[in-house]
């Protein structure tokens, strides 16, 4: 069993840690790592590390291109790229203690993330992905497909829907935490498993709901998201599952709905506990794992990576 899994806005990761900040002054961080990342890469090194095969699909250009794969060579993890001369990201997750100690003192910390917006990629960037990808699909004997992520610009609406397709005429299972148009696109040629966050799914199908980008999490409103989840399995034969940080995951296959408690755990980083769930998930289906079973290895993977400095691992 094999799995190719796709994001086209790869990142490089810094992770600073500091016993505390003060603002207005300069702040030496005690601890700092370097990470191939973005959600696609994520759930790679997650699978890898579950002893999964994986290849992961992206695009990379710019200077950076050669430290962005020396990460990942060094993780262990399958790369395949198309060409899209746009500079590779950084983005920065912030450790602070919560009551000003270090983060290797077993105190709760505080994860702050700093995004950098991604340069639209070249012209032809998208064709020669879709070539990549296509190759990929013939020659290689992969199960299943995880699509992850937003996508960098400069490409089309079309490019996610139109992998998931090739990737269900293949028979590849499809597992896509996505939103917005690349979800609602995608969403006719019935994916096995869609699993926004909370958030997402809500200004994807209930946009009403979201104002001044945050939501209200009311009785009400959760009544109302709960609604429409069995009517979207039903018509595109899919299962649901909302993730919500910390709080209770609201998963729906079509005939059953249930709500599932986190357990709590004393977090170091939560940056990438999503992708890591993703992927435990994904392992635990393609190992005939039911659909509650999947979704507590999901949970036990992203409680591993949530007691870990380094974004998207399971194991140091």
Known sequence: MSFLTVCLNPTLQKTLSYSSITPGTVNRTEAHYLDASGKGINVTRVLTQLGKSAVHLTQLGGELRPLFLSLCKKDGLSVEWAESKSRIRFCYTILTGSDGSAINSGVENRVTELIEESEPVAAGTEQRLLEKFGALLNNRNFSCLIVSGTKAAGFSDYV????????????????????????????????????????????????????????????????????????????????????????????????????????????????????????????????GAGFREAIDEGCRCGALNAALVRPGVVSK
Request: proline residues 5%; hydrophobic residues 35%.
């Open 160 to 287: 996610i829907p139109s992998m998931v397709q090739k990737a269900k005429e293949k028979g590849l299972r499809i597992i896509l935490d996505i939103k917005g148009k690349d979800l609602t696109e995608s969403l006719q040629y019935s994916p096995d498993i869609i699993k926004p966050n909370l958030f997402e799914f809500t200004g994807t199908f209930m946009p009403e709901l979201i104002e001044d980008n945050s939501f209200d999490e009311s009785e009400t409103a959760m009544t109302q998201i709960k609604s429409i989840m069995p009517e979207l399995c039903k018509k595109y034969g899919c299962r649901i599952i909302l993730t919500n940080g910390s709080r209770k995951i609201i998963a729906a296959d079509g005939k059953t709905f249930f709500d599932l408690q986190i357990n709590p755990v004393k977090a170091v980083n939560t940056t990438g506990c999503g992708d890591t769930f993703t992927a435990g998930l994904a392992s635990a289906i393609e190992d």
